[in-house]
């Protein structure tokens, strides 16, 4: 079993809720599609909880920004993307100080693995899309109004490819078409003569109108939207605690959007 989860987005009680959801069913590898830090109150320890934990960890716009520089963020990303610098740059742990960086520094933008073991062809992973890994947007919208889109991306998919960015499960078809995990009901049964990008969802901010974490779990041919409910509370209050952080980046937790 593989296990896949993106968009962390420094939600530490998301991430344990995930990880230990995750350890119960016995994945054998975790792979991260990126955005572990940015929006969120617990950079630091989501940083480590990855490094700890993840096989493959991949580079998102967030992870990006805060190594380097945000572009085209807005005012409460871009805030907290400042402030993410500043915690980790504040660590009194030299070394740990250092590990952090460096793992943020050395994320990969893409990975493949070999599908067979889990009943599947190759796989492909990035954090936006298979045109532009760190940065690209794939929207359910974008069937109706940039179909020509789906032409370049599906070129550059060898069988599936994992996403996240834009904290919406689901999957697309080459047709093209998109269906929600609720669509699927939760499990997307994996057809070996066609490809498809499966959007993972997001961990620490959902944006499909669910606000318990999301993930995906890859086995015997298939792929399953899985839902785990977290003290989404709690991190409302640490959002709310720090005043460098958007109050929005809390409450928009709770209705997940
Ligand atoms: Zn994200």
């Known amino acids: 079993m593989l296990a896949v989860i993106s968009d962390i987005h420094s939600n530490t009680k998301a991430l344990l809720a995930v990880l230990a959801d995750i350890a119960n069913r016995g994945a054998d590898k975790i792979v991260c599609l990126g955005d572990v830090v940015g929006y969120g109150p617990e950079p ?20 990006f920004a805060v190594l380097f ?32 960086w460096d793992f943020l520094g050395n994320l990969a933008v893409k990975a493949s693995l070999p599908g067979d073991k889990y009943g599947l062809g190759d796989m492909v992973f990035l954090h936006g899309s298979p045109r532009r890994p760190i940065n690209e947007y794939v929207f359910p919208d974008d069937i109706y109004n940039s179909p020509a889109k789906f032409q370049g991306i599906f070129d550059r998919i060898p069988h599936l490819c994992f996403v996240g960015h834009t904290h919406v499960p689901g999957v697309f078809t080459e047709t093209p078409d998109y269906y929600s995990p609720d669509e699927l009901e939760g499990v997307f049964e994996v057809d070996p003569a066609r490809k498809a990008l499966i959007n993972v969802g997001s961990v620490g901010q959902p944006r499909d109108r669910d606000n318990r974490a999301c993930y995906v779990m890859v086995e015997d041919g298939a792929v399953r939207f899985i839902r785990v409910p977290y ?16 109050e929005f980046l809390g409450t928009r937790l709770k209705d997940g959007r």
């Not at 480590?48 to 716009?61: C, E, P």
């Not at 005012?75 to 740059?89: D, M, N, P, S, Y």
């Open 69 to 100: 520089e945000p572009s085209k963020f807005n005012v409460g990303a871009e805030a907290a993307c400042f402030w993410t610098r500043l915690q980790l740059e504040r660590e009194q742990d030299e070394n740990l100080r250092d590990a952090r």
């Open 231 to 246: 003290d989404v509370d709690a991190v409302v209050r640490e959002v709310g605690a720090i005043p460098e952080l958007d």
């Open 44 to 63: 630091k320890e989501c940083l480590d909880l990855v490094r700890g934990n993840a096989a493959v960890t991949l580079m998102g716009n967030h992870d």
